[in-house]
């Protein structure tokens, strides 16, 4: 599987960004997706998840203002980034791994296989 992240950029407090994700290599199977950030000096934080069923999972940090969303055709993942503080900066990465449940994971960052090599988000 392999997953390339795009959208990231400069945006001033308050703005809109929209993060994509094509996947490749995807098996049949049940597969979750999932967003995650990190800052300079700061662990690995879960955004958001979705599930093989369409149950999303976010962050109390971001509930509200980030929605998690997939195009099946496409095989494509994004992440719609609304009024954006200066602490959403980060550096997004998106992750998928095998199994049709995985919200209770968003936390857990050495459970999902698959890594993408991460778009750089900065508000200021």
């Known amino acids: 599987v392999q997953l390339v992240e795009s959208g990231g950029g400069l945006v001033q407090p308050g703005g809109s960004l929209r993060l994509v994700c094509t996947a490749s290599g995807v098996t049949t199977s049940p597969t979750c997706v999932a967003w995650f950030r990190q800052a300079p000096g700061k662990e690995r934080e879960g955004v958001a998840a979705l599930e093989y069923n369409g149950t999303t999972t976010y962050s109390d940090s971001v509930r509200g203002r980030f929605t998690i969303s997939k195009d099946y055709a496409k095989n494509t993942l994004y992440l719609q980034l609304n009024s954006l503080k200066p602490e959403d900066t980060s550096m997004y990465y998106c992750?998928?791994?095998?199994?049709?449940?995985?919200?209770?994971?968003?936390?857990?960052?050495?459970?999902?296989?698959?890594w993408g090599q991460g778009t750089q988000v900065t508000v200021s």
């Open positions: 992750a998928a791994r095998s199994g049709g449940y995985c919200g209770y994971l968003l936390q857990t960052s050495a459970a999902w296989s698959y």
